[in-house]
């Protein structure tokens, strides 16, 4: 009978976990890195409009046996169930439990001519490739423009998205930070806040669009840190557009909003399918 040692089985979780900085949930960087072998992909030979892709391999990665595997996703969901603004844990938690999600999303992806370029070239969103400053500058009502100023607005900076730790497939490794790096892109098309409300209107959106059992756990679980009138505000309001844009949008990873900096956000969301979220302020009073 195999015998498996209890280091193997379980020391890895405490070890993980030891790699997670406690930062909020950004990162910029995605897997090149792979059980020492450098994943190259296939281009067209021409460097992407938003400049040359970056040489990303970083540190930390693991890869983990379905027992392992099970161990990190209760650890990943006891924490964050504790402590919701465990960033770290959530990361964790949506990579351990998220392939299959991911795989779909990847056929999604492949389906389209402008998802295959995405995953082609491999756009990274970070302060390198995406000037800010630049942007407020832009005409005010393009898609860059609003883009910029919701990132100002809030002390927001785009290499702050965690990285990449514990999915080993390179293509599904990217589709997971490109989704964490859209996330930014989404508020601004949608008009949503970064408020606990407006996060988890927009988690709705992304369950639907992604089934991702990370998104899930956030769109039901963090519904009860709410009070009694945003409850009712997010069933009743935010939750009946969620449904509606989720349901009868485009595939949000289908878009290239790097090269939709200059397109008027009207023309983009009518495009794309999402309608600005409605305006809860005289709800909440």
């Known amino acids: 009978m195999l015998r498996l040692s209890p280091l193997k089985c379980w020391a890895p979780t405490s070890l993980l976990y ?20 450098i994943f190259r992909y296939k281009t067209s030979g021409k460097i992407p409009f938003y400049g040359a892709a970056r040489d990303t391999r970083p540190t930390g990665l693991f890869s983990l046996s379905p027992l392992q595997r099970i161990s990190v996703a209760v650890h990943s969901a006891t ?51 995406i000037d800010l400053n ?20 809030h002390g927001f900076d785009p290499d702050e998205r ?4 514990f ?26 806040p970064p408020t606990v409300l407006g996060e988890l209107a927009l988690k709705w959106v992304e369950l639907l669009q992604t ?3 990370v998104a899930a756990l956030s769109a039901t679980v963090g519904s009860l840190r709410l009070s009694l009138r945003e409850r009712d505000i997010l069933h009743n309001i935010y939750l009946p557009w969620a449904v509606q844009v989720g ?30 979220a409605p305006d809860v302020e005289n709800w909440l009073g």
Not at 21 to 27: K, T
């Open 162 to 165: 965690s990285n990449v730790r």
């Open 79 to 129: 924490t964050a169930l504790a402590d919701p603004s465990r960033a770290d844990a959530v990361a964790a938690l949506g990579e351990v439990t998220g392939h299959m999600a991911l795989y779909a999303m990847y056929d999604k992806m492949m389906l389209d001519p402008t998802g295959q370029r995405i995953l082609r070239d491999r756009p990274i969103v970070d302060s390198k490739i």
């Open 247 to 276: 349901k009868n949008s485009t595939f949000l990873m289908n878009t290239y909003y790097e090269g939709e900096f200059e397109t008027n956000i009207h023309v983009l969301r009518e495009r794309i399918g999402i309608e600005p």
């Open 134 to 153: 630049a942007l407020l500058k832009s005409d005010e009502g393009t898609f860059g423009h609003v883009y910029a100023k919701f990132m100002q607005s």
């Open 167 to 192: 999915i080993s497939d390179p293509e599904l490794s990217y589709i997971m930070l490109r989704y964490r790096q859209c996330h930014d892109f989404w508020h601004a098309l949608s008009g949503l």
């Open 18 to 37: 030891s790699r997670f900085p406690r930062l909020p949930f950004r990162g910029s960087e995605s897997l090149d890195k792979v059980h020492g072998i």
């Open 211 to 213: 089934g991702l059992p």
